[in-house]
C-alpha cells in the first residue's frame, strides 16, 4: 500500500466524542454523539498528554516530566480567583504561552474561539472527574444522590469565586525593594532560593510523580507571564496545581513583595522559553554555502528555537539556532546546539548517540505534535545519529570493563553515522522504518561544547515519502535533539514546537 503523498495531502478529520451519562450514574456503554468543536480539539492537540477523560493516563504522559496535568483532579496552576478554581481567561491564558519548563507548547496560532471553545472542554472534564468522586463517595457513604446532581455539585465546587484584588503598579522604590525582600525570604525563598534560581533539591519534593519544580526566575522558565496582574495573582491566588500557597498579605504588602520578585527577572527571560510557532523565511541565494564554517551563513536570518526537553533536566539542550537557505534546487538546514559531551563512540552503557531530527508536515494537515504522524497523515523526518545503536549489536559485551576474552579498548569500535530521511506514520512505525530511509546529506562537527549540522536535500521529493518544496504553500517543521549522555532511549529528547517553513521564490 502507497502512503499519501505528503505534497498534495490534505486531511480533514471527524472526530466523535464519546459520551457516557446516565439518570442515576455513570454509564458503562459509550454512545457516539456529534463532538463539540472543543472535543474536537482537545481530542487532537492534548489528549496523547492529558488522556481523552483528563487523567494524564497516557503512554505518552509516563515519558514526560514534569508529568502533564490532570483535569479531572479540578487543581490548575494559573488562577485568578479567591477559591483557586480558574475563569476561562485563565485557561485560555495557560493555552495561548503554554507552560515553560514542561512540554506544554503555545497553541497562540489557534484561533480565539478554538481557545475557548478547548477551555470550556477542559472544564467539563474537571467537572465530570469531580462528579464522579462525588457519586463514588456518596455511594460508598450510602447516601442517596444521582450522578445528574453529582455533576450540579461539582460545577458549584469548580466555579470561578471572585477575583483578587490586583492594584496598579507601584513605583519601584530602594524602600519598597527592602520591604519586598524581607517578605520574599519569609514567603518564597525556603522553594525559590534566596536568588530566586530555585533549590535544588526542589525535585524530590512532590509526591505525586509530576516533578513540580519550584521555578527559576532568573532563566525565564516561568509557568505564567511576568505582568504586573500576573504577578500579582500568583501571590495572591497561589498556584494550587503546582502546590504554592496564597499568601495573605495586605495590598501594600502584596505591591511590595511583587516589586521585589519582578526585579529578580530579567527583561528577556520573560518569554525566553515560551513555545510560540515561529516563522522561518528561507532566503533564496545563488549559491549555498559551502562548509559548516562558510562565511556565507552570517549573512542569513539566524533564529533561536527554544527546546522543550521530554524528560526534564536542567543539563538537558534548552535551544537550538537554525540558519537556511536554497538555490531554486536544493535546501540546507544548519543548526547549532550545546552539548557538553562528544557521544560518537561506542562505550559500555550506549544505548543512543548524540543526534539531531526535523520532521516535516503539509501545513493544511495541522498534524499533532507528539503523534509522529499516522497513517492517515504521514510525516517526513530527517534525522542524523552520530551512531546507529543497531550496528551495537553483538559488540557490546566486547566493551564492557569486565570483558576477559578480546582485548577491545573503549572508543575502537566506530559504529557508523547514520543520515536518512524516513516517513513515519505514528511512534510504532518509527523503529521498524530506521534504516529503511532514503540517503540524505549531512555535514556534522562538535566542538568546545557545541554541535553544529546542517541537513541538504533537493527541495523536489526524491519519493511519495517525502515532503516536496517546490511549492508555494508553507510548510510546517519541529526539531529533536538527542544528547547521548543522558537520553537512554530514543523517546528521551528536547523537541520544539512546529514552526512554519516559509521558502523564498
Not at 472526530?15 to 450514574?25: E, F, N, P, Q, Y
Not at 482537545?42 to 496535568?69: E, F, K, N
Not at 536542567?314 to 536554497?326: D, G, I
Not at 566542538?447 to 541537513?455: D, I, Q, S, V, Y
Amino acid at each position: 500500500m502507497t502512503r499519501p503523498n505528503l505534497r498534495c495531502a490534505v486531511v480533514a478529520t471527524t472526530i466523535a466524542l464519546v459520551v457516557a451519562t446516565c439518570a442515576t450514574g455513570p454509564s458503562t456503554t459509550a454512545t457516539a454523539a456529534p463532538a463539540s468543536r472543543g472535543a474536537e480539539l482537545y481530542t487532537r492537540h492534548c489528549a496523547v498528554c492529558h488522556g481523552d477523560a483528563g487523567d494524564a493516563d497516557t503512554i505518552t504522559a509516563q515519558l514526560l516530566l514534569p508529568r502533564p496535568t490532570a483535569f479531572r483532579l479540578g487543581l490548575f496552576k494559573l488562577v485568578s480567583t479567591q477559591n483557586g478554581m480558574p475563569t476561562d481567561d485563565d485557561l485560555v491564558a495557560t493555552l495561548r504561552r503554554g507552560m515553560p519548563g514542561s512540554t506544554m507548547m503555545s497553541w497562540s496560532w489557534l484561533p480565539e474561539e478554538d481557545l475557548r471553545a478547548l477551555a470550556q472542554e477542559v472544564r467539563r472534564l474537571a467537572a465530570r472527574g469531580r462528579a464522579e468522586s462525588i457519586f463514588a463517595t456518596a455511594q460508598a457513604t450510602g447516601r442517596t444522590t444521582t450522578f445528574a446532581a453529582a455533576v450540579a455539585e461539582a460545577e458549584r465546587e469548580l466555579a470561578p469565586g471572585p477575583a483578587v484584588e490586583v492594584g496598579q503598579p507601584i513605583e519601584v522604590t530602594d524602600q519598597n525593594l527592602a520591604a519586598g525582600e524581607r517578605l520574599y525570604a519569609q514567603h518564597c525563598a525556603g522553594c525559590h532560593g534566596s536568588d530566586g534560581r530555585g533549590l535544588p533539591q526542589g525535585a524530590d519534593w512532590p509526591t505525586d510523580g509530576t516533578w513540580l519544580w519550584p521555578r527559576d526566575f532568573t532563566a525565564g522558565y516561568l509557568r505564567g507571564d511576568t505582568t504586573w496582574r500576573d504577578l500579582t495573582c500568583r501571590v495572591r491566588a497561589g498556584m494550587p496545581g503546582a502546590h504554592m500557597p496564597p499568601v495573605r498579605l495586605s495590598a501594600a504588602e502584596t505591591d511590595s513583595l511583587v516589586s521585589f520578585v519582578k526585579s529578580l527577572i530579567p527583561e528577556e527571560a520573560t518569554a525566553h522559553h515560551t513555545q510560540w510557532r515561529r516563522t522561518l523565511r528561507v532566503q533564496r541565494t545563488q549559491t549555498l554555502p559551502a562548509r559548516l564554517d562558510d562565511a556565507a551563513w552570517t549573512r542569513l536570518e539566524r533564529l533561536r528555537l527554544p527546546l522543550a526537553p521530554l524528560w526534564w533536566r536542567p543539563e538537558a539542550p534548552a535551544e537550538l539556532w537554525l540558519t537556511a537557505a536554497h538555490d531554486g534546487t536544493d535546501v540546507v538546514l544548519r543548526l547549532e546546539w550545546a552539548d557538553a559531551t562528544h557521544d560518537a563512540e561506542a562505550q559500555p552503557t550506549s544505548t543512543i548517540s548524540d543526534g539531531a531530527a526535523i520532521q516535516f508536515a503539509a501545513a493544511t494537515l495541522d498534524p499533532p505534535l507528539f503523534a509522529m504522524g499516522s497513517p492517515q497523515q504521514p510525516v517526513n523526518v530527517w534525522r542524523w545519529h552520530a551512531f546507529d545503536p543497531k550496528d551495537l549489536a553483538g559488540i557490546a559485551d566486547l566493551l564492557s570493563p569486565t570483558h576477559t576474552g578480546l582485548d577491545v579498548p573503549l572508543g575502537a569500535v566506530q559504529p557508523r553515522p547514520r543520515a536518512e530521511s524516513l516517513a513515519f506514520e505514528g511512534p510504532a512505525s518509527a523503529r521498524a522504518a530506521t534504516g529503511t530511509g532514503l540517503p540524505l546529506q549531512v555535514a556534522t562537527e562538535w566542538a568546545a561544547g557545541r554541535w553544529t549540522a546542517t541537513f541538504r536535500r533537493s527541495l523536489r521529493a526524491r519519493s511519495d515519502q517525502e515532503v516536496d518544496l517546490t511549492g508555494t504553500t508553507p510548510v510546517l517543521f519541529a526539531f529533536a535533539i538527542w544528547d547521548g549522555r543522558i537520553d537512554h532511549h530514543a523517546g528521551s529528547k528536547a523537541i520544539t514546537t512546529w514552526h512554519v517553513l516559509a521558502l523564498e521564490r
